[in-house]
């Protein structure tokens, strides 16, 4: 589980067991699954102008069997949510499953189609799938005794999400470069066809500059202390951002702009799992 290591560090208390944290996982990877597909549906036309040998829906299944796996994992994902939500006894919190799910419908079907919103929307539904794990995991058990240590690894998490939220705006962007043409066929109206693909391009490259300063502000503040902490964040988060910042200054071919949408990807993947080496700050 994610906050297991830390039980004997500190006074730390969570909510959910293995089995607690297992359906939290499949009930928002069946919420995600739903969302791939359904943005699947819609990006048909795009996908055929951008990746053609891509294209599923249409061609490999019908348009009315995605539908149906929509459906499916939909209500799988929300059932799911239902359940673990009346475990921890927060009923309330069932309501985050069916906004996500209503979210990821809004954003294939519209949201993405207008400037930066859809960005933006898609985003933060990156940013909740870490938060959720706050919620879920920490607030049902806060007590006087235990809220400082709650909230502190509440706002570790909220740290966590941010980095995610920005990361996954840049690859947004970047993705839309990279499908300019054909979401310009689509009547899209995305950053790069309203302001032009360099002028995007230069967006890209400030907002991985202000992650890059960030990160680095966050080790200062944060995780000095801490050698092999550092060490690991220099190496692994700050080395591929200095990369991705000079890459994305004078990027012109999907070619390049395909493999900083993966870099970025990454990146993400190895912030999350630094999570685990917290136990060494506290210890220090």
Known sequence: ???????????????????????????TVCIAAAGYIINDIYDVEVDRVNRP??????????????HTYFIIFNVIGVLLGFYLSNMVGKNGFFAIFVIISALLYIYASYLKQLLLIGNIVVSLLVALSLIIVGLFDLLPVMTPENQETQITFFKIILDYAIFAFVINLIREIVKDIEDV????????????????????????????????????FYIITFLYSQLLVVAYFLIFIMGPLIYICIKSYNAKTKKELRFISNLLKLVMLIGMLSLSLYQFVLLG
């Open 53 to 66: 040998e891509r294209v599923i829906v249409g061609q490999s299944i019908s348009e009315k069997t995605a």
């Open 181 to 216: 043409e054909g979401e310009y066929k689509a009547g899209f109206n995305t950053l790069p066809i309203v302001f032009g693909r360099d002028r995007a391009i230069k967006v890209v490259f400030a907002l991985s500059l202000l992650l890059l300063f960030g990160v680095m």
């Open 1 to 27: 589980m994610l906050l297991e290591p830390f039980l004997n560090l500190t006074n730390l208390s969570i909510t959910l067991n293995l089995f607690g944290f297992i359906i939290l996982v499949l009930a």
